[in-house]
């Protein structure tokens, strides 16, 4: 039987694995910790390196010394800096007198944004043309594109003649038509009467009449094309198509097509002109360029 002074069997034997077997001359304790074995506090493990001594001073190294940095190069590039920045402020000013001279003067800087695909003029009805003469504008670019189309189908009508045996003269005089007509209409009228209508000029008025007239006295002959002046069938006129179709009756479809654009486009003409002179009559621009005109011939007189 045992008495209560005999130890507990299921009592765990409490050890200090911190404690130091004061019989061992190295100083180790006898608990094996393995890898969670911590030293006891005060302890110093064995060193098992070294860290190698720096390199002793060189001779005659002066710890107060300075360090002499030369000022040369940087003084050579703050002045380099400085007269880069002179020249940029002297470019800037010529540059804004320059703007300041041309807004003096009234000329328009135009930027080519027509047609978006490839830019060869400028052209901004809505944001340039005032709101009460933009339908005229509008009507007045319609004809400019139509005799484009006039005289691209004219080159059409009449490659298809030559082919039928028409002769070449009249081809040439086609191309002819064609790549002298489409600058000198944009030229010659419809640019003045895009100016005229921005800046209500009298003077670019009178030009696009001037110009615009024979615009229109063109496109009436050629919707009649006699054979008189121009070479009879390098224009699809009525009469060259009556012509032809005695012939040839699938040329002379081509040429009263031809005709059909020509005579649309004089109507076309016709009315933009009119539409042009009513305002133009009725903004007193016709005393103003009377009086300008006056004025520029007194001036050239003296």
Request: proline share 7%; with cysteine.
């Amino acid at each position: 039987m045992a008495t209560r002074h005999d130890p507990n069997p299921f009592d765990e034997e409490e050890i200090n694995p911190f404690a130091l077997n004061q019989g061992n001359g190295f100083g180790q304790s006898n608990y094996g910790g393995g890898a969670f074995y911590m030293p006891a506090h005060g302890s110093v493990p064995p060193a098992t390196s070294r860290l190698s001594p720096l390199p002793p001073e060189p001779a005659g190294y002066d710890r107060g010394a300075t360090i002499d940095i030369p000022l040369d190069d940087f003084r050579t590039k703050e002045k380099e800096l400085k007269a880069k920045e002179a020249e940029l402020k002297r470019r800037e000013q010529e540059l804004k007198r320059k703007e300041d001279a041309i807004a003096r003067s009234g000329i328009v800087l135009e930027e080519k944004n027509w047609p978006a695909f490839f830019p060869i003029i400028h052209h901004d009805i809505t944001n340039e043309i005032p709101i009460h003469l933009q339908k005229i504008q509008y009507v007045a670019f319609t004809t400019f594109l139509g005799i484009v189309v006039c005289l691209v189908w004219n080159l059409v009508a009449v490659t298809t003649a030559w082919i039928k045996g028409e002769g070449p003269t009249i081809w040439f005089l086609a191309v002819i038509y064609l790549i002298s007509g489409v600058p000198g209409a944009y030229v010659m009228w419809y640019r003045p009467l895009y100016r005229a209508m921005r800046t209500d000029s009298a003077l670019k008025f009178g030009w696009f009449f001037l110009a615009y007239m024979f615009h229109i006295a063109f496109c009436v002959f050629a919707a009649v094309a006699p054979p008189i002046i121009f070479k009879g069938k390098s224009l699809t006129g009525i009469l060259p198509a009556l012509d032809v179709l005695t012939s040839n009756a699938f040329v002379g479809i081509f040429y009263f097509i031809g005709f059909a654009f020509f005579a649309l486009e004089s109507v076309m003409s016709i009315w933009v002109i009119q539409q042009v002179y009513m305002y133009f009559r009725g903004s007193g621009k016709a005393a103003e360029m009377k009086h300008e005109a006056a004025k520029s011939t007194m001036m050239s007189a003296f």
